[in-house]
């Protein structure tokens, strides 16, 4: 078996690479839409939390810390996806997603208050959970690995486009009509897709292993989790995501309107931009790991990089030294976006990570290893988002950020250190 630390393995020429049919790209699209409606939704409260704090009568950091329900279902589901994913076909697994999700929506639009809103939150998790893995599972199942390291990043740089929507667009739709237009705008588009699906995605049956009782099923997941293989992949993952969630999903929108005076317009059109380099980041990463295949060494610099720049950008926070250095009260938001943009771009980069996991698994296993690492990406952003609530409320924003650099970092130099080549060799 391959060494996930040495992933510049000899790759099959493009040329001799299977051609990618017509019905599966479409079929790989119409998937993503699902997740395209995920990061929607769970980036909805980043441009309205201020609006849906005082309609649901919570103090806005309560209605944050409900919001991280959301991560925890989707991390809690993880497990059963990936084991439905291998048992099942990928198009009913997704149609009963859908179904979930148009339910959850429609929920969190007629929401009343923090316990009603908790369980919409609650139920739009558990029904998002496999919306990323259902497209990537197709992926990892009918194309070869360097096919799959790029899909895998277009796969990424599309569903992100859920948070385009999510920035101007929903700001203006939250102006116009209140944030429970953007719930069931949401659940209106889950039906459309859901038609599709049934249209377009096959309903292929997976390959027949040996079947064993489901609840072994769902243990092999977290020991492939825990394995020392994939270890440090795990590691890792509990925190790439989540900064990047956390940060777009919830403290980029009061950071941008509270510290620097921006309106909820203007704010949107930052975290357009914002956006615009979460979507371009997967795919780019994609193409950089199928040029060079330096997975390990590129993690490794753009996320202590991407660490650095939340220290800067805090640091320019109202009487925080950069600030003072420059002989300002506080810096533009200018700067703001700036920082943002290549955050983005450098923390964006899990299709690396997607296929460090797809490297070192087989394909009867490959559902449940990408669920582990799934469930340590939506884990991690779950805990992260209810650790950085209680920070804000008692050290502000700033601080948020700083605190997101020391996980970021810390995750990382572990990861490193676990996929190094005589440690992966041991685990081998």
Same mark, same amino acid.
């Given at each position: 078996m391959n060494s996930a630390a040495e992933p510049a393995m000899k790759i099959q020429p493009e040329a001799d690479a299977p051609r990618i049919s017509v019905a599966l790209m479409a079929a790989l699209v119409i998937l993503t839409c699902g997740h395209v409606l995920s990061n929607l939704?769970?980036?909805?409260?980043?441009?309205?939390? !201020?609006? *849906?704090?005082? !309609?649901?009568?919570?103090?806005?950091?309560?209605?944050?810390? %409900?919001? =991280?329900? #959301?991560?925890?279902?989707f991390a809690l589901l993880q497990i059963p996806i990936g084991v439905a994913l291998d048992r099942y076909s990928i198009r009913s697994v997704s149609l009963v997603l859908f179904a979930g999700t148009v339910t959850g929506a429609?929920?969190?639009?007629?929401? +009343?208050?923090?316990? =009603?809103?908790?369980?919409?939150?609650?139920m739009i998790g558990m029904a998002t +959970?496999?919306?990323?893995?259902?497209? *990537?599972? %197709?992926?990892?199942?009918?194309?070869?690995?360097?096919?799959? /390291?790029?899909?895998? @990043?277009? $796969?990424?740089?599309?569903?992100?486009?859920?948070?385009?929507?999510?920035?101007?667009?929903?700001? #203006?739709?939250?102006?116009?009509w209140g944030w429970r237009a953007g719930f069931w705008i949401a659940a209106a588009a889950g039906v459309v897709v859901a038609g599709l699906v049934m249209l377009i995605v096959p309903a292929d049956?997976?390959?027949?292993?040996?079947r064993r009782a489901l609840f072994a099923e769902m243990g092999t997941v977290v020991r492939l989790g825990m394995s020392p293989l994939l270890r440090g992949i795990v590691i890792l993952a509990f925190v790439s995501l989540a900064v990047q $969630?956390?940060?777009?999903?919830?403290?980029? @929108?009061?950071? %941008?309107?509270?510290l620097k005076g921006l309106s909820r317009i203007e704010a949107g059109n930052a975290l357009a931009l914002f956006t615009v380099a979460l979507v371009v980041a997967p795919a780019l990463s994609g193409i950089l790991d199928r040029k060079f295949g330096k997975r390990r060494l590129l993690l490794l610099v753009t996320q202590l990089l991407a660490?650095?720049?939340?220290?800067? &950008?805090?640091?320019?926070?109202? /009487?925080?030294?950069?600030? =003072?250095?420059?002989?300002?009260?506080? *810096?533009?938001? +200018?700067? !703001?976006?700036?920082?943002?943009?290549? $955050? /983005?771009?450098?923390?964006?980069?899990?299709?690396?990570?997607?296929? &460090?996991?797809?490297?070192?698994? @087989?394909?009867?296993?490959?559902?449940?290893?990408?669920?582990?690492?799934n469930l340590s990406f939506f884990l991690g952003t779950a805990v992260m988002q209810s650790v950085t609530s209680?920070?804000?409320?008692?050290? @502000?924003?700033?601080?948020?950020? $700083?605190? *997101?650099?020391?996980?970021?970092?810390?995750?990382?130099l572990i990861f490193f250190v676990l996929t190094r080549p005589a440690a992966q060799r041991g685990a081998a």
């Open positions: 939704l769970r980036t909805t409260p980043a441009v309205a939390l !201020d609006l *849906m704090a005082a !309609d649901l009568k919570s103090p806005a950091q309560t209605v944050a810390a %409900l919001t =991280s329900a #959301y991560h925890f279902f429609s929920l969190a639009a007629t929401s +009343s208050g923090p316990v =009603s809103f908790f369980v919409a939150q609650a +959970s496999g919306m990323l893995m259902c497209p *990537m599972a %197709l992926a990892a199942k009918k194309l070869t690995p360097v096919q799959f /390291g790029l899909w895998s @990043g277009l $796969i990424l740089s599309l569903g992100n486009a859920g948070m385009l929507l999510s920035s101007s667009p929903l700001a #203006y739709v939250v102006e116009h049956k997976p390959v027949r292993g040996e $969630i956390v940060l777009r999903g919830l403290w980029a @929108g009061p950071w %941008l309107m509270n660490a650095a720049l939340f220290v800067v &950008m805090a640091l320019g926070a109202p /009487g925080y030294p950069l600030a =003072s250095a420059f002989g300002l009260t506080l *810096m533009p938001a +200018s700067f !703001d976006v700036v920082m943002l943009v290549s $955050i /983005g771009l450098l923390v964006c980069v899990q299709p690396l990570i997607y296929a &460090m996991t797809r490297q070192v698994s @087989g394909l009867e296993n490959v559902g449940k290893a990408m669920s582990a690492v209680p920070i804000a409320a008692a050290w @502000g924003l700033p601080a948020v950020l $700083i605190s *997101m650099a020391v996980f970021l970092t810390v995750c990382t």
